[in-house]
């Protein structure tokens, strides 16, 4: 197994857990991967920052919790065709099921968990290796941590409005993604590209 642990321009920590031959190390550029990676969050937290920060504007927090109900995915599938990358969010607090994560997710969340009680700097805080899927495919898989921030405590925090509470509950019954502070760790956010040519 070749493990090799290194800070790219955001601090990633990146480990190669497959066997690979000196042509296809020669090949596979972990820094490049890493940049296009943080592109691609840029362009999906760009995007989703922009509708939220809008109907928030326009109709106030119970309009963003919409827009996360009935937007999010459709812009982060968006993003994933635009950029070539499957991306996703995922947490171990959930409030969507269906962005539950996979078992290679769960293991780097919880490595996030464990970081961010040793004072991890989340905004720095990510994780890839090329792993192979299912298919037999070598996949460069990236996680990058999400923190809470202070603007997202009006529906995630402990003290909920009302208002926001009703609605929280009518749309996501098994919300699990309450009761954090600011700087606690969300989530993070996932992608992956299957590598030709290695």
């Known amino acids: 197994m070749n493990r090799l642990w290194a800070s790219s321009a955001f601090c990633a920590l990146t480990a190669l857990s497959v066997a690979t031959t000196a042509t296809a190390q020669e090949t596979l550029n972990i820094p490049q991967l890493q940049g296009e990676a943080k592109t691609v969050i840029k362009a999906l937290a760009g995007q989703l920052g922009g509708e939220l920060k809008a109907a928030v504007k326009a109709g106030g927090p119970v309009a963003a919790i919409q827009v996360c109900n009935t937007k999010a995915a459709p812009i982060t599938a968006q993003v994933s065709q635009q950029e070539g990358w499957t991306v996703s969010r995922t947490s171990l607090k959930l409030r969507n ?94 992608l992956q590209k299957v590598l030709v040519n290695l």
Not at 117 to 128: D, E, I, V
Not at 144 to 160: D, E, M, T
């Open 97 to 190: 099921p269906n962005n539950a994560p996979d078992k290679w997710e769960q293991r780097v969340l919880e490595q996030f968990a464990s970081q961010a009680a040793a004072g991890a700097n989340l905004k720095k805080l990510a994780f890839s290796q090329v792993v192979v899927n299912d298919e037999g495919q070598k996949v460069f898989r990236m996680m990058k941590a999400i923190p809470v921030g202070q603007q997202c405590l009006g529906c995630h925090g402990s003290k909920i409005k009302p208002a926001l509470a009703e609605k929280l509950d009518a749309l996501y019954p098994q919300d699990q993604a309450r009761g954090f502070n600011a700087g606690d760790l969300r989530g993070a956010f996932s």
